[in-house]
């Protein structure tokens, strides 16, 4: 009858490296299928089932490492899940921070965008007040400067039957009126004593100026006499006036203007050399400038009107 080796189930009839149970149950095994330490003492080889006591100890030890490895799984699981909770709470208070913060950020940007809603209505009605403002300032700016030469033209006219006659050298105890009658003499023109309502000196602004001499005429006639006879004979030193003199200071006779004009008239003529304009007089009281011979006149009213030149 064959016999089955007792580990690898397989036949070992007619092998000669078998190895028999000591326990003489009758069992073989082949030398191969036996530990390496019972193959060098063949006689202490004992199978399986002659080992009840090793095979339940073995059995326990297999059970026991199975249990301590179900064990140490669920305390592993136990404590990845605590692990898990612990995270998933920090993560929650992390969230629950996040929430406050985005919910603060957003209070913050809706009062910011209420505040900048309210800053581009009151900037809006700034300029909107700014624009009114301006157009009021230059209104008053207008009418004030429409004032300053209605003031400046009854200034002006105040003084259209007047004439000044500047470079005339002052003395002591001199008569203005001897002086108007040389005055007159030098320039062809007879003075009627009549027709002069006043004549007088009038201090200047510059001390170093001798101070012009004023006539004021019966009329407005009479002062175009004068400074069209002056025109003709110009220029006029003091010493064709009165031998006296005996100086060669130029004297000039023009219209009375009033302070403003005169300012106006001496700016006036600076922006006219400036500017290429080769002449530059009055009449009544008005001032006018001309590029060239042939040329139009302008006329200039204000500070402003030099700008236009």
């Not at 001309?290 to 200039?300: H, L, M, Q, T």
Request: charged fraction near 30%; proline fraction near 4%; charge should be positive.
């Amino acid at each position: 009858m064959p016999v089955n080796c007792s580990v690898c189930n397989s036949a070992c009839d007619g092998e000669p490296n078998l190895v028999r149970c000591a326990e003489n149950c009758g069992a073989v095994c082949h030398l191969n299928c036996v530990p390496q330490k019972t193959r060098s003492s063949k006689k202490d080889w004992i199978c399986n089932s002659c080992k009840p006591e090793s095979s339940s100890v073995a059995s326990s030890k297999s059970a026991g490492t199975t249990t301590i490895s179900k064990e140490f799984l669920f305390n592993t699981i136990e404590a990845f899940k605590k692990e898990m909770l612990k995270e998933l709470k920090k993560i929650a208070t992390e969230n629950v921070s996040l929430s406050t913060s985005l919910s603060f950020l957003n209070t913050t940007v809706e009062e910011s965008n209420k505040l900048m809603e309210n800053v581009r209505k009151e900037l809006k009605k700034t300029q909107e007040d700014n624009l009114k403002l301006q157009k009021e300032n230059l209104e008053l700016r207008n009418n004030v400067s429409n004032l300053e030469v209605r003031v400046r033209n009854l200034e002006q006219y105040s003084r259209k039957q007047n004439i000044e006659i500047d470079g005339v050298p002052e003395s002591n105890n001199e008569d203005v009126y001897a002086i108007i009658h040389d005055v007159g003499r030098a320039i062809g023109v007879e003075l009627k004593r009549e027709r002069v309502v006043a004549a007088h000196r009038i201090p200047s602004f510059n001390k170093k100026r001798t101070p012009p001499i004023i006539v004021r005429f019966s009329t407005f006639e009479e002062k175009d006499v004068w400074i069209s006879s002056f025109r003709n004979v110009r220029p006029l030193t003091a010493n064709k006036i009165n031998p006296r003199f005996n100086l060669q200071n130029k004297v000039f006779i023009n219209e009375h203007l009033s302070p403003e004009n005169k300012q106006l008239l001496s700016r006036t003529k600076e922006a006219a050399k400036t500017k290429g304009y080769k002449y530059v007089w009055t009449r009544d009281g008005k001032i006018f400038v001309r590029r060239s011979e042939g040329e139009k006149c302008k006329k200039v009213d204000t500070f402003a009107d030099l700008d236009k030149l």
